[in-house]
């Protein structure tokens, strides 16, 4: 792809990047309801079993898994026209899904301007090795890298770890407006937990909501793990890394069946956020469908996506993710043998 034909993409994405405030809306009444309304429903067959429970908590995670897109969205400032409104929303949305809007916004915004970029990697993404980076590390940074790549950890303690705990804590060197919403997110997080509990009792409400918060979670991080997690995504060093590039080719066109679409907030059109954060998700679709170019982006499917479980290491030379269990057959072919018997 040319720098001319980067440009006329993002100029042919535009016109899509106004939001409209009668949408937005609906979209917050068509995901909430159900939720209040799916959570209720876990809540009173827990008198009957709780293996019950697990049907309307699974719908519930899905539509948490939306007002989490609803909140991401207030973080690009492209759910309103106004930015007031996308901090008030956006910050509701976050106490609900335990992310402090200004903390995630900004570590989700440099995510967006350095994905793909081998000399930039560390915020907002998912610790990502080399295949030479990881055969000259260590062995404890070996087995660290192991234990945070296993699909257990990443999908199972990952959204403990994330959510629960890392969202309590501001980032070094945040400002004061960053620290004091994280703060008040916090606070609400509280404030909400304990009117809960009071209402239902503490340990029905863990029940249903660990229920919820663990599938939820754990399909938030499997989302973001495979739109940049596929065999030949995008990775350059900074002189060569092009954001165009990165966006079309680096992030997945995730083609989801249409309920999984729709509880997903259709973030599965990767490729188009990542070209235009400016573009709110209900439109994500008519961009890609009306956007020529879009149509040739890496596709992967709900069965092709599992593939992508296996991938652990960005191999520079061939372009291509591979697995733990090609290590040796790439020193093989291209490492001297003293690094071989490291393995």
Known sequence: MTVQNTKNLRKQIAPFEQSTTKESIWQIINTLGPFIILWYLAYISLSVSYWLTLVPAVLAAGFLTRIFIIFHDCTHHSFFKSRRANRVVGTIMGVLTLFPFDQWGHEHSVHHATSGNLDKRGTGDIWTQTVDEYLAAPLKLRFAYRFYRNPLVMFGLGPIYVFLLKNR?????????EKMNTYLTNALIVALVALLCLAVGWQSFLLVQGSIFMISGSVGIWLFYVQHTFEDSYFEENEEWEYVLAAVEGSSFYKLPKLMQFLTGNIGYHHVHHLSPRVPNYKLENAHNHTEPLKNVPTITL??????????????????FVGFKDIKYLTKKSVPVQVKSEL
Not at 169 to 177: E, I, L, M, P, T
């Open 169 to 177: 804590f501001n980032r070094k060197g945040a400002r004061k407006k």
């Open 303 to 320: 069965a092709t996506s599992l593939q992508s479980l296996r991938f652990r290491l960005w191999d520079e030379k061939n372009k291509n």
